[in-house]
């Protein structure tokens, strides 16, 4: 043991294993490698080696005087003096190297933060350099932009100038021009002046000189001019008389047979005004002022609307409504019985009991038409089918209401068939439907009987029915026996006395020719034949005509009326534009 404290002592490393022995929290704390080259204090090391070198010298020290270790007992005091004198100079040595290495830190650090701060410096002399140079790089590319831009502007203005300059020229030149034009028209002006009055003398020279060579003024002249024109022209002026003869008495004929025309329809008129107009009560003849209107405009609203005439008379207390289509006169009847019954009537309240009357029209239709087949005894039919059944409750053929026509032509039908031995169903179900066209026949082109065909055949009506139908009017060759009864029975009931008078279905035709030409025209929105079609009224469309248009509108429909049809009388042709604006206050 004093052997190894001997070695110990003498090398040294008895601080450094006292420290590491005694103390080794305050030995392992901190390292000269953690602080080597940092910020932190330097002298911290070289405390540590002086504080851990005193303690293990007085531990050593206490240690020999009290004798604790086994080895104090044999160790001579001398060699302890030895131990205490090598410890201090250790410690010496110690605090001399602590601060060399304190010294040679703090140089390197203060090295270190001037080569930092100078470098700082340079990079900022550095980038002072680039943003200047930066700068003047930007200064000098804006102000080539501008002259750039400065440039451009002059050589726009130069080309301005030079435009105007040419054009200034081309101004005084067609000044130039004009003022040459004006003076050669002025010239020229004057010499057709001078002609003109030359031709005028020269006229008038020429008059005298014929009348002085023939010895006959101009009144004596034209006299004799007009008696050889007739001596030359006597036969034909003689034919042309016994013309005009011909002409007033075959005038006369026509008076004579329109006068006797006029004394025929006496006799048929109860039956033409059932057909062509309708009565309606009034509650007093108050309520025909109210009909009328301010200045005729409820009643104009609903004629414009309905397309009849509604005839207000001395008649007390009744209307006449008149025109030859029944859908329309109903229309008017209903709407105007509800505006009596209201009491209001002006034309926004016309308009809403139309629209109301339009749609008790079309339920009259569809019960018509399921009354018909319920009184007949046919179920199955479509609802469309049957709605164009009702139809023709507002038809006629030659007088005759189609409607009562065709249940006529399905019980003489069925009961032929039952005689006969044939399909009584199909007798009665043809019968009903051979005039279904006419429902339609105004609408789509064609005969009654192809339409009608048409119509079957879209709704799947048995072939049996299609076959007897196609051929009541022995257009298509018969090939049941039902077809041959539908057609005997059809027969019966247009030919019984007082069915169909051909007079009033020619005039129903006429009329309906009338509405027809005037409708070919693009810009009319709706027709109207009224006065026994006397008269015509054409609604346009204001959008697509002006005031002017409509003036040449109602000669084109005259000329076309003049062309293609052939009418007795003449026919008014009343052309209306009515343009309407309407505006909502919120």
Not at 21 to 27: G, N, Q
Not at 461 to 485: L, M
Not at 497 to 518: C, F, I, W
Request: net charge neutral.
């Amino acid at each position: 043991m004093r052997a190894k404290c001997a070695r110990m002592v003498q090398s040294g490393n008895c601080i450094n294993s006292c420290s590491q022995e005694r103390f080794p929290p305050l030995a392992t704390s901190k390292s000269l490698g953690e602080y080597h080259g940092t910020n932190q204090n330097t002298d911290y090391y070289g405390a540590i080696k002086f504080f851990r070198g005193t303690r293990c010298l007085a531990s050593g020290v206490a240690t020999l005087r009290s004798g604790s270790w086994p080895l104090a007992t044999s160790i001579h005091m001398g060699t302890g003096i030895l131990a205490l004198v090598v410890g201090v100079i250790a410690l010496a040595i110690g605090s001399l190297l602590g601060y060399l290495t304190r010294q040679s830190i703090a140089k390197r650090q203060l090295s270190t933060a001037e080569g930092k701060a100078e470098k700082l410096v340079e990079e900022a002399e550095k980038r002072q350099q680039e943003m200047i140079l930066e700068a003047k790089n930007k200064s000098v590319q804006i102000l080539e932009e501008a002259k750039k831009q400065e440039k451009e502007r002059e050589d726009q203005i130069l080309r301005l100038e030079k435009r105007l300059e040419k054009r200034e020229e081309t101004l005084d030149q067609k000044m130039a021009e004009l003022d040459r034009s004006g003076s050669a028209l002025e010239k020229k002006a004057e010499e057709v002046r001078q002609i003109r009055t030359e031709v005028e003398e020269t006229r008038k020279t020429e008059m005298q000189r014929l009348e002085k060579i023939a010895g006959l003024s101009r009144e004596q002249a034209k006299s004799v001019l007009l008696q050889l024109t007739e001596e030359e022209n006597r036969q034909v002026l003689a034919e042309r008389i016994a013309k005009l003869e011909r002409d007033g008495r075959d005038e006369l004929e026509k008076k004579a047979k329109n006068l006797m025309t006029q004394v025929i329809q006496k006799y048929a008129g109860s039956h033409a005004a059932e057909v062509v107009t309708t009565t309606v009560a009034l509650p007093s003849d108050e309520v025909k002022g109210r009909i009328i209107g301010r200045e005729g405009r409820n009643i104009k609203t609903l004629e414009k609307l309905t397309g009849v005439e509604i005839i207000v008379d001395d008649t007390p207390e009744a209307v006449v409504i008149s025109g030859f289509d029944p859908v329309r006169r109903e229309i008017a009847r209903i709407a105007l019985e509800k505006l009596i019954e209201d009491g209001r009537i002006h034309p926004t309240k016309i308009e809403d009991s139309i629209e109301w009357a339009k749609k008790e029209i079309d339920n009259k239709i569809k019960e018509a038409g399921e009354a018909a087949l319920y009184d007949v005894g046919i179920a199955g039919l479509d609802a469309k089918l049957v709605y164009l059944l009702g139809r023709l409750r507002y038809r006629t053929s030659y007088g005759q209401n189609v409607l009562i026509h065709s249940l006529e032509v399905a019980h003489l039908s069925g009961a032929l068939a039952a005689e006969l031995g044939a399909d009584v169903a199909v007798a009665k179900k043809a019968g009903m439907l051979h005039d279904i066209g006419k429902a339609v026949d105004h609408e789509i082109q064609g005969t009654h009987v192809e339409i009608g065909i048409k119509i079957l055949e879209k709704f799947h009506i048995q072939k049996e029915v299609i076959s007897a139908v196609k051929s009541h009017h022995e257009d298509y060759p018969f090939e049941t026996p039902e077809s041959f009864i539908v057609a005997a029975a059809d027969a019966i009931s247009a030919s019984r006395p007082g069915a169909r008078k051909d007079t009033l279905e020619n005039y129903m035709k006429r009329l309906e020719e009338l509405e027809s030409v005037a409708k070919s025209f693009p810009e009319v929105e709706k027709v109207y034949a009224i006065q026994a079609g006397r008269e015509i009224r054409v609604f346009v469309t204001p959008e697509k005509i002006d005031d002017l248009g409509s003036l040449k509108l109602a000669r084109s429909i005259a000329d076309k009326i003049e062309q293609e049809l052939k009418y007795p009388g003449e026919i008014k042709v009343n052309v209306i534009r009515e343009t309407r604006s309407v505006e909502f206050a919120r």
